[in-house]
């Protein structure tokens, strides 16, 4: 099939290169100029893991088309998926929906023959009908369809997400419409995912359904978590003994920082935005919002203990700054709070990200990127582990440190507490 993707972000380039590796023709397209051209120029925008293979590969083949030219792209498509931002809104807490519009008049503006268009975006429930009558305004009904097909991807393991999804969910007011989108699908269904067909503004709310629900599993452990500080129990036992429970499920009840990210917060507020227009107070996801919020002061709280209140003139190495391992977005990322607090109060910050240096703390004073763990480390007074690549699973700390008295407060938990006592380490972690 022919397929235009617009917006070549996370989720527009990713399964923008995935559906060319499935064997269809796909246009990327972007209004980022710089973009298009590092892509074709073969160097990545974003940092994903064995993303950079399928492009080269599916680009040279000439399956993988890069383009600012929207109208061309649109033109030369069966398919046309909507992957622009949504974020939150400047004034409020809705969701941004200017980017979608933008794109669906454009895309209006350039229909040729009949086209599906398909919102990959996270929009609220009725944003379909919008952009229906957004793209009637220039084109006649019976010349597209408007169709959800809201995107699980999750960054850091976003092919293997793209290629073994749970379920592909469509929401379309069109039986036929549905089986075409089922037949591009066909690849992945075949290999076990489950095609899920209901009605668009079904498929819209399910999309920040599931996100409001994953963000209540964190929060509640992260509120367990808190309990168990308390009371000398660990948390980790108490995820495993929860996860057990197949009702439960052992993903996303590992306590840690506030969530962050590009989704979680800006989709929680969303749905509540919606659930006021249409008068249904969403009191459980608010209060997840508020507990969330909480969070990211109450770690701050434990550093200052850590600390006894003394962080003037301290070296603070922070191992991780992104929301999220095998990622470089720093979308509301806890770090972007608990750096600039640490370094206002006079703290010296040496942080190690293995994506690398990042523009957000460019201009903070006494805030600058190590190489590697060693050089944040070596003479750090405190070391905080805040992601949990890979790499900060098995530090010596020994070795990297000389300095008896450093002092660790692990985020996410990768340490055995018992084990780092023996090393002779002040070793602080979440609820235990
Ligand atoms: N990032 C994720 O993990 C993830 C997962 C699932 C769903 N989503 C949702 O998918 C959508 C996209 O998210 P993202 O993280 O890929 O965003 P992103 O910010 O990485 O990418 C969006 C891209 O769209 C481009 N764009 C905006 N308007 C355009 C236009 N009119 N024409 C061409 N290009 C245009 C921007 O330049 C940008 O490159 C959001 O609604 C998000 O909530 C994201």
């Known amino acids: 099939m022919k397929i235009c993707m617009i917006g070549t972000g996370y989720v527009g380039l990713v399964s923008g290169a995935c559906f060319a590796d499935l064997g269809n023709i796909v246009y990327c397209v972007d209004k980022n100029k710089d973009k298009i051209d590092m892509l074709t120029n073969g160097k990545m925008p974003i940092y994903e893991p064995g993303l950079n293979e399928i492009v080269k590969k599916n680009f040279l083949s000439d399956r993988l088309k890069f383009t600012t030219d929207l109208s061309y792209a649109v033109r030369n498509s069966d398919i046309v998926f909507i992957c622009v931002g949504t974020p939150s809104s400047k004034k409020n807490k809705s969701a941004d929906l200017s980017y979608v519009f933008k794109a669906a008049s454009e895309i209006g503006k350039s229909i040729n023959k009949f086209k599906i268009i398909v919102t990959k975006s996270t929009v609220p429930i009725c944003t379909g009908d919008k952009i229906e009558k957004i793209i009637s305004k220039t084109k006649k009904k019976k010349l597209f369809e408007v169709v959800s097909n809201p995107e699980f991807l999750r960054e850091g393991d976003a092919i ?12 379309s007011n069109n039986k036929k419409i549905s089986k075409k989108l089922e037949s591009l699908y066909e690849p992945l ?24 629900f994953l963000a209540t ?20 036992d108490v995820s495993l003994g929860m996860g057990l429970d197949k009702r439960i499920g052992a993903r996303f009840l590992r306590a840690g920082p506030a969530y962050g990210g590009s989704c979680f917060p800006k989709d929680t507020k969303a749905i509540t935005v919606t659930g006021d227009l249409f008068k249904t107070d969403l009191s459980i996801i608010k209060s997840v919002i508020q507990s969330n919020t909480k969070r990211k002061t109450l770690l701050i709280q434990r550093i200052k203990k850590i600390l006894s209140n003394r962080i003037k003139n301290k070296k603070i190495a922070v191992l991780g700054v992104t929301f999220k391992p095998n990622t470089d977005d720093m979308r509301q990322s806890s770090s972007l709070l608990l750096i600039p607090f640490l370094q206002k109060k006079g703290a010296k910050i040496n942080y190690y990200d293995p994506s690398g240096k990042k523009e957000e703390f460019k201009n903070l004073k ?67």
Do not use: Q
Not at 220 to 232: D, G, P, W
Not at 375 to 385: G, N, R, Y
């Open 160 to 171: 293997r997400d793209f290629r073994f999804p749970d379920r592909i969910v469509v929401g």
């Open 366 to 432: 006494s805030v600058f990127y190590s190489k590697n763990v060693k050089e944040a480390c070596s003479k750090a007074d405190l070391v905080i582990i805040h992601t949990e690549w890979d790499e900060f699973k098995t530090i010596d700390f020994k070795k990297i440190s000389k300095r008896k008295k450093m002092k660790i407060y692990d985020m996410r938990n990768l340490y055995s507490p018992s084990k780092m006592k023996k090393l002779g380490f002040s070793y602080y972690s979440i609820g235990r």
């Open 189 to 212: 269904i075949k290999k076990g995912a489950v095609f899920f067909s209901t009605n668009r503004r079904g498929a819209e709310l399910i999309k920040y359904a599931s996100n409001a």
């Open 217 to 236: 599993k964190i929060s509640f452990i992260n509120e367990i978590a808190n309990l168990c500080e308390k009371t000398n129990v660990n948390v980790e």
